[in-house]
């Protein structure tokens, strides 16, 4: 299983991001590995979302096609 995140009561998307990566650049990383709550914007505590990796070697902030 991988890493996990179990939020607190406010959590939103962007902090999250924010504090799992240290940037708010991946919430949509953070987005597509929890398809099914993309309907929430502001969570309640307790839901158990999937944290996926980063991936290494290619320069976060280049456009996809670099």
């Known amino acids: 299983m991988g890493k ?3 939020t607190v009561q406010g959590d939103m ?3 999250i991001s924010y504090r ?3 940037s708010e650049k ?3 990383l953070l987005m597509q590995a ?5 309907d929430i914007f502001v969570f309640s505590a307790g839901t158990v ?3 996926p ?14």
């Open 4 to 6: 996990t995140y179990v």
């Open 13 to 15: 998307w962007d902090a």
């Open 20 to 22: 799992l990566y240290c």
């Open 26 to 28: 991946y919430m949509g």
């Open 34 to 38: 929890n398809m099914e709550y993309l």
């Open 49 to 51: 979302l999937a944290v």
């Open 53 to 66: 990796a980063l991936e290494t070697g290619k320069a976060a902030d280049m456009p996809p096609w670099r």
